[in-house]
């Protein structure tokens, strides 16, 4: 009887195992498709590159067939050159596999990330027409491919560990919050009118941070998020100052309420889109904080305790 009991339980684990590297797959799959997508530029994507780059070995098949298929989709004009990027990527993963001081190291990643997009930039600049238009953007999308790359591979293992959340240092949850504001840039080009999904949701987390985590959450989410999306348009650049100043005084007034964050975080973004744009940005910026603000005051208190521990006054006095 407890032998049957025995190759029972084995076989459940077994199955339960099975189940949860299938749906691990899945999920660096999906993500190498969604990172695929994010811009920069206006027509750049390297942060394809920079998750191929950093996903565990184990994972690699199924984050680059997640990414090829995202540029083949995605972003069709350049897509042979992020293709052979990532079969780069790949192919450098793939020998250098048995070395592990190598693997281990943490510039490992950013350089596997940044030389192969530097070396294609490079070419396509010099012998072709391409969505590169200088050298200067072809160096900056190299960087940006390395440091996400850097921020990809930080976050994937953080999330192999058994720490909580609230353990992690202020490095480690910078990289996380980066790793989720190029999530949220994979959505910056599904716009209405203008209106980018990717801004709102952006909004909303940033409100988020300054309600549930003070002046600390409000401004690394709005540093962050303002510093990525104003590098997805040579026009945006207004984004970053908006973000970074209305996460500031969102969580100087989050003790106040709700309410009080979206008022303070809605005039300081209005303020430097003002001061740094035209009114027709002024409009869509408006439109994207009212939306994402009605989200944040349905949304209920429950969801502060998984934020409030990332910036916990605890762990940060601690560092």
């Known amino acids: 009887m407890e032998a049957k009991k025995a190759l029972v339980r084995k076989n459940f684990d077994g199955s339960a195992e099975f189940a949860r590297t299938v749906i691990t797959n899945i999920v660096y799959f999906v993500s190498g498709v969604l990172v695929s997508k994010g811009a920069m530029l206006g027509n750049l994507s390297p942060f394809g590159a920079s998750f191929a780059a950093a996903v565990p070995k184990k994972y690699l098949l199924s984050a680059l067939a997640g990414t090829g298929l995202g540029y083949i989709l995605l972003t069709p004009s350049d897509s042979f050159r992020y293709i052979a990027v990532v079969v780069a990527i790949g192919g450098i993963r793939w020998l250098t596999s048995d070395i592990k001081r190598v693997k281990n190291s943490a510039l490992f990643a950013p350089l596997v990330a940044f030389l192969p997009i530097l070396a294609t930039g490079i070419v396509l600049t010099f012998v072709s027409t391409s969505t590169l ?30 720490r909580s959340i609230a353990a992690f240092s202020q490095q480690e949850t910078a990289s996380l919050v980066l790793t989720g504001c190029v999530l949220m840039l994979s959505f910056g080009s599904v716009a209405i009118e203008g209106i980018s999904v990717g801004r ?51 969580g100087l007034f989050s003790t106040v309420g709700k309410f009080a964050c979206v008022i303070a975080f809605m005039i300081s973004d209005a303020v430097m889109c003002l001061a740094f744009s035209d009114r027709v940005a002024l409009a869509e910026v408006l439109i994207e904080s009212f939306t994402a603000s009605v989200i944040f005051m349905i949304l209920p208190k429950e969801v502060g305790n998984f934020i409030a521990p990332v910036f916990s006054h605890e762990k940060n006095a601690s560092l």
């Open 133 to 162: 238009s200088s050298l200067t953007d072809c160096i900056i999308e190299a960087v940006l491919a390395g440091t996400a790359a850097y921020f990809f591979s930080s976050t994937v293992r953080l999330s192999t560990e058994r």
């Open 200 to 250: 709102i949701l952006a909004v909303l987390v940033t409100l988020l941070c300054a309600r549930y985590g003070g002046v600390a959450g409000g401004s690394v989410c709005g540093i962050a998020t303002g510093a990525i999306f104003s590098i997805a348009s040579r026009n945006q650049g207004f984004i970053c100052g908006g973000y970074a100043f209305g996460g500031l005084m969102a």
